[in-house]
Nanobody, 114 residues
């Protein structure tokens, strides 16, 4: 089965930046679409961004212009560069192929303080 190992989260002040990484194993990589998702406290998991095999990216409206997703096929890794962070970005961030996936990594906690 596909495995995801997310890292790079932390505590940052509003307006700050973080870069998340996700190493993917157990699957082909370069031909697949991957997404970043997040779950805020008390909320359901939501989609944040996606990148397809050709490198085209898509973003949820609230992060458009602030977040940038990228991929390194040689390292089977996807990234999420997050700038101008807001308190409402506080969540556990996960990567996966789709929202309906059965298996998820442990995620990485992002906390944005006022």
């Amino acid at each position: 089965q596909v495995q995801f190992v997310e890292s790079g989260g932390g505590l940052v002040q509003a307006g700050g930046s973080l870069t998340l990484s996700c190493v993917v194993s157990g699957s082909t990589f370069s031909d697949r679409t991957f997404g970043w998702f997040r779950r805020a406290p008390g909320e359901q998991r939501e989609w944040v961004a996606s990148i397809n095999a050709g490198g085209r990216t898509y973003y949820e409206d609230s992060v458009e212009g602030r977040f940038t997703m990228s991929r390194d096929n040689a390292k089977s890794t996807v990234f999420l560069q997050m700038n101008s962070l807001k308190p409402e970005d506080t969540a556990v961030y996960y990567c996966n192929t789709e929202m309906s996936a059965v298996y998820w990594g442990q995620g990485t906690q992002v906390t944005v303080s006022d």
